[in-house]
């Protein structure tokens, strides 16, 4: 038989080999009453080396077709921020997911892509998702239990498009505010982020094959948050111990929660990217925390690495034991990289094989190669009320009370008196939600459903005697109230983009904060932010002023509190008086305007 001959022959007898349903498996690895890693062994020795790259590299949506997952074999495909299909809704997601499974299932040995999203506060990608508080509000919460009950409520909606990874949560322990992604963070001490690693079982459920499993993803390893001047990317300059004791753990607890998979970090360790860096990726991680998962690269990370050229910052990054690479969107590049690591003797073949082994570990654990394509029964959890409560009860929980002056919170329940409201965020879902919240950076106004401020407390005040008004920013007008209510703070940004040299309170909130408290007996100030700001100057003005993080889509969670729902959040970070106090952390010495676990609890 010609060498042609026999290839087609292979081909067909390999495109044969996938599984008929209700029929006996052709190949081992088909057989899933097999243990995993015979499955693993078996389907190893099947492929070749394209289809071992194929699975180490995962493309954006917006850059691949269908027909290129078949001709490359890739392994794993994902939405950047921001990227949707179009209608953007939970159905036209599970259409998506599904037509590139079935891309997948069409190579020879029929392997399962799988599918990732920064699923970071809810699937907030998804027209109509349900958006919880931001981190670093749950965070303040210091209620670990309510974390794995949102981890499982966003598991349901991811599983409903199909997806089965997240790229969450991000277990950054944010040491300077000026940070761009201190939202992302938990707060500014390991224990916080330690303990919330209970979001991972949440969404790993109890077992990953269950039906509204995802996997999660332990992010960014190591020391994200702890960059010079918190500058995004940047050089994290700690000695091994400090980095040791300020970053890693909650990486542990990840690796004890059983994270299915870890993101490297951008920054650089003393000068090193460590994309690049053996030692903490397989010594540490993988050797002595006992990582058995695989890791992932960031967006295009390895492109970042010093190496002259793409095949030999691939090389170095595979070699430091990435298993799969973010390309996102030159993935042939990638490959072709990849091969002449391995055909040039810089790659050891036995590092392709660990990887893959990785990979094919987590989609045998999530059972795709049984049930590749989405569980429509969950489509409808996509924005359910019964996961907007569960946001309503997070945002109740992360509000955190700074002061609260001659008792001015709660209001009362019932009138008569009048309330003024207004602040650029009184009415606005965008700055209510910030960054990564349908677009990547985010953006004010209504960008998805879900209830502001302003909605809230019309719904709660209606038939209570009480007046309400919104001046909105427009607040020099000849208003007069018994309460003044001032939402503002932040408008959204996400990673790069958010870094502030200033923590500035801004002076268009300041002139509307003072505004409304000039005119009513009693103000009270919600701010909105990623970060705590100065507010030094604007405290003064109000009699209540509480920190309300980014909260998401459930605006009512606040009205709650504001009428009798106790507060209960602390601070998961140290507020700054000045910017120039910055990095100011718990135990540094510094004196902070608050510290790190305040909250007035009055009620
Ligand atoms: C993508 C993000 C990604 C970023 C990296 C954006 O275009 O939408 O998901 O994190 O690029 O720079
Ligand atoms: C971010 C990650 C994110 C990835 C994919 C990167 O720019 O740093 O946190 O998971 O993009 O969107």
Not at 119 to 126: C, D, E, F, I, P
Not at 161 to 166: A, L, Q, S
């Amino acid at each position: 038989m010609s060498i042609r001959r026999l290839g087609t022959l292979l081909v067909i007898m390999a495109v044969a080999a996938a599984p008929i349903p209700g029929h006996a498996a052709a190949f081992p690895y088909q057989d899933p009453s097999l243990p995993v890693a015979t499955r693993v062994a078996d389907l190893l020795s099947r492929m070749s080396l394209d289809e071992k790259l194929g699975q180490m590299t995962q493309a954006e949506r917006g850059s691949v077709t269908a027909g290129d997952i078949t001709t490359y074999r890739l392994g794993s495909i994902l939405s950047g921020g921001g990227s949707a299909p179009s209608p953007n809704n939970a159905t036209s997601w599970a259409n998506m997911y599904d037509s590139f499974q079935q891309a997948a299932l069409g190579t020879p040995l029929g392997i399962p892509m799988i599918y990732g999203v920064d699923a970071v506060h809810g699937h907030s990608n998804v027209y109509g998702a349900t958006i919880f508080p931001h981190n670093i509000g749950l965070g303040a919460t210091r209620d670990p239990a309510l974390v794995q009950q949102i981890g499982q409520a966003v598991a349901e909606e991811v599983s409903g498009t199909g997806i089965d990874w997240n790229f969450a949560p991000c277990l950054c322990v944010a040491r300077d505010d000026r940070w761009g992604r201190t939202y992302e963070s938990f707060g500014e001490v390991p224990e916080i982020a330690g303990s919330m690693t209970t979001f991972i079982n949440g969404l790993q459920g109890t077992t990953l094959n269950g039906p509204a499993s995802v996997l999660a993803t332990a992010k960014h390893y190591l020391g994200d948050g702890g960059t010079t001047a918190g500058d995004d990317q940047g050089n994290t300059q700690l000695t091994e111990a400090q980095l040791r004791a300020i970053h890693l753990p909650p990486f542990q607890a990840a690796v004890n929660r059983g994270a299915g998979s870890v993101m490297i970090s951008y920054s650089s360790w003393n000068g090193q990217k460590v994309h690049g860096d053996r030692y903490l990726i397989t010594d540490v991680l993988k050797g002595e925390l006992g990582f058995a998962g695989f890791v992932v690269s960031d967006w295009a990370g390895v492109k970042q690495l010093p190496e002259a050229t793409y095949a030999d910052q691939v090389a170095r990054a595979v070699n430091a034991g990435i298993d799969m690479i973010m390309v996102p969107d030159n993935y042939a590049a990638t490959i072709n990289a990849i091969v002449s690591g391995v055909t040039g003797g810089r790659i050891p073949q036995a590092r392709i094989d660990d990887a893959v082994t990785r990979i094919l570990n987590a989609k045998f654990a999530l059972d795709l190669f049984n049930h590749p394509y989405t569980d429509r029964s969950y489509t409808g959890q996509v924005g359910s009320a019964a996961h907007r409560a569960v946001a309503r009860e997070a945002v109740r929980k992360s509000l955190v009370l700074l002061k609260n002056d001659g008792g001015a919170l709660p209001l009362p329940r019932t009138g008569p008196y009048s309330i003024v409201i207004g602040g650029k965020s009184a009415d606005d879902l965008g700055n209510q939600s910030g960054g990564w919240s349908i677009s990547w950076q985010g953006a004010s106004g209504t960008r998805t459903t879900g209830s502001t401020f302003w909605q809230g407390l019309q719904r709660a005040t209606a038939g209570t005697g009480i007046t309400v008004q919104n001046v909105g920013t427009r607040t020099k007008g000849r208003y007069r109230a018994d309460v003044g209510i001032w939402i503002g703070g932040e408008t959204p940004y996400a990673e790069g983009r958010g870094d502030s040299s200033t923590l500035a309170f801004g002076s268009d909130n300041a002139a509307q904060l003072g505004d409304i408290c000039s005119r009513v007996t009693t103000c009270i100030a919600i701010l909105y932010s990623g970060r705590p700001l100065i507010i030094g100057d604007q405290l003064p003005k109000a009699d209540a002023f509480v920190a309300g993080w980014l909260p998401g889509t459930e605006g009512d969670g606040v009205t709650d509190v504001l009428f009798g729902a106790g507060f209960s959040g602390k601070l998961p970070v140290s507020w700054p008086r000045a910017v120039t106090d910055e990095p100011i952390n718990s135990g540094d010495g510094k004196t902070p305007l608050f510290p790190l676990g305040y909250g007035i609890t009055p009620y």
